[in-house]
């Protein structure tokens, strides 16, 4: 597949908007770390029925693929939510849940996909297809 500039730009500016000029650039730059190897297996994850990301660890040889299966309904939507910007006190009242729901979720979610923060959690929704403007 060719690289498709018009494709991935939109979802790049939604991104730097989503976490701020200093950690879209900071995460670039980490991007830009990987080998070639490391980059088509993304590639090729990317492009299969089931939307992958490696988890981040300490060591990259040791990097697994996470699944968006892993998460439950509520959980997808509760990081679509904060991949439009919404605080956990908008999140609870859109989707209609306790703000200590809210927590609790983004907790077990950023645990089960061994992300560090929320601003990685935005990323990771965009990079998997689960923003969307409303």
Known sequence: QRFDQRRITPKLHHARQMLGD???NRIR???ETLSMAEI???????????RTLPRPTST???????TID?????EREVVQQISLGRTNRQIA?????A????DSHIANIRQKLQLPS?????????????SSAE
């Open 22 to 24: 200093d950690e879209f």
């Open 29 to 31: 730059l980490e991007g």
């Open 40 to 50: 088509g297996k993304l590639l090729d994850a990317g492009s299969s029925s089931r």
């Open 60 to 66: 990259r040889s040791k990097r697994s693929q996470t």
């Open 70 to 74: 892993v998460l439950t309904r509520r």
């Open 93 to 97: 009242t859109n989707l209609g849940m």
């Open 99 to 102: 703000e200590r729901t809210v």
């Open 118 to 130: 929320r601003a990685r959690l935005a990323v990771w929704a965009v990079a998997n297809g689960l």
